[in-house]
């Protein structure tokens, strides 16, 4: 059975966003408020096993490869990695968002929950082998592929901010997370087609980008600070996500108006 404490070297490794000088970055910071028992055991890792060693399932939750990712993600996979599964945690709202996948498929199943118990329940019957039928049966909030897809008739640039803000729900970046629905809750931004690349969050004029560079576009830089790059390419920093948008929007140029 794996321990349930973190990892020292987890505890004390220092983030990328730290900058020199300054205390590391807190990765689990930005899911603090929906997530307080995830913080209090050091990690989505720790908060997991805990959960499965209370339920006797005998399952192992393991690190995200990733090392920036170590503290908000966790996986689980079978003994002869036939099976695993992917575990995040949804900034907007509480939801453990679990991904199972199976040899070289796509992934089978998703879905979310905001019981850590339940969530490590999903996981347990993943592993140990039920049928993607018996396991949504089981677990309800456990989606097959594609049955969660939105409905007809939205505009394109309406479908990329949909399968933006899911895309980065399903990711570990928190403050990425934030920025995105700050973003979309602006009509102006949100009338402009999104995309992300290297953790930047850009937008273009056409439902499908790329992006225009006549346009700014923002990035997290750590400790609830956001870099945003200005149409002539300097880079200024921001407090928050409120910080943030707000100059995303005074760098528009004028008439920037939502794509046709």
Same mark, same amino acid.
């Given at each position: 059975?794996?321990?349930?404490?973190?990892?020292?070297?987890?505890?004390?490794?220092?983030?990328?966003?730290?900058?020199?000088?300054?205390?590391?970055?807190?990765?689990?910071?930005?899911?603090?408020?929906?997530?307080?028992?995830?913080?209090?055991?050091?990690?989505?890792?720790?908060?997991?096993?805990?959960?499965?060693?209370?339920?006797?399932?005998?399952?192992?939750?393991?690190?995200?490869?990733?090392?920036?990712?170590?503290?908000?993600?966790?996986?689980? %996979?079978? =003994? *002869?990695? !036939?099976?695993?599964?992917?575990? /995040?945690?949804? +900034? @907007?709202?509480?939801?453990? &968002?679990?991904?199972?996948?199976?040899?070289?498929?796509?992934?089978?199943?998703?879905?979310?929950?905001?019981?850590?118990?339940?969530?490590?329940?999903?996981?347990?019957?993943?592993?140990?082998?039920?049928?993607?039928?018996?396991?949504?049966?089981?677990?309800?909030?456990?989606?097959? %592929?594609? =049955? *969660?897809? !939105?409905?007809?008739?939205?505009? /394109?640039?309406? +479908? @990329?901010?949909?399968?933006? &803000?899911?895309?980065?729900?399903?990711?570990?970046?928190?403050?990425?997370?934030?920025?995105?629905?700050?973003?979309?809750?602006?009509?102006?931004?949100?009338?402009?087609?999104?995309?992300?690349?290297?953790?930047?969050?850009?937008?273009?004029?056409?439902?499908?980008?790329?992006?225009?560079?006549?346009?700014?576009?923002?990035?997290?830089?750590?400790?609830?600070?956001?870099?945003?790059?200005?149409?002539?390419?300097?880079?200024?920093?921001?407090?928050?996500?409120?910080?943030?948008?707000?100059?995303?929007?005074?760098?528009?140029?004028?008439?920037?108006?939502?794509?046709?």
């Amino acid at each position: 059975m794996a321990p349930t404490g973190v990892s020292r070297r987890w505890q004390t490794r220092p983030m990328s966003h730290a900058s020199a000088g300054a205390a590391p970055y807190d990765p689990l910071r930005p899911y603090a408020p929906l997530y307080p028992d995830v913080v209090r055991a050091g990690s989505l890792r720790g908060a997991l096993q805990a959960e499965a060693d209370r339920a006797g399932y005998g399952l192992v939750i393991g690190t995200h490869r990733v090392p920036s990712w170590q503290l908000v993600a966790a996986r689980v %996979r079978d =003994e *002869d990695g !036939g099976r695993w599964a992917n575990v /995040a945690m949804d +900034v @907007r709202l509480r939801s453990f &968002r679990i991904g199972c996948r199976a040899g070289d498929a796509a992934r089978t199943l998703r879905g979310g929950t905001a019981d850590p118990a339940d969530a490590v329940g999903a996981l347990h019957s993943w592993i140990r082998g039920d049928r993607v039928d018996e396991l949504a049966a089981r677990w309800p909030f456990m989606l097959a %592929r594609g =049955e *969660d897809h !939105g409905g007809g008739g939205e505009d /394109a640039v309406a +479908v @990329r901010w949909a399968r933006l &803000r899911d895309s980065v729900a399903w990711g570990p970046d928190g403050e990425l997370q934030a920025l995105v629905e700050a973003a979309f809750a602006e009509p102006r931004l949100r009338a402009l087609s999104p995309g992300t690349s290297l953790s930047w969050l850009h937008f273009g004029r056409g439902p499908v980008p790329p992006p225009r560079h006549d346009l700014p576009m923002a990035m997290p830089a750590g400790d609830g600070r956001y870099r945003v790059r200005t149409p002539d390419g300097r880079v200024r920093e921001a407090a928050g996500t409120a910080g943030a948008v707000a100059l995303l929007l005074s760098l528009l140029p004028d008439g920037t108006a939502a794509p046709r």
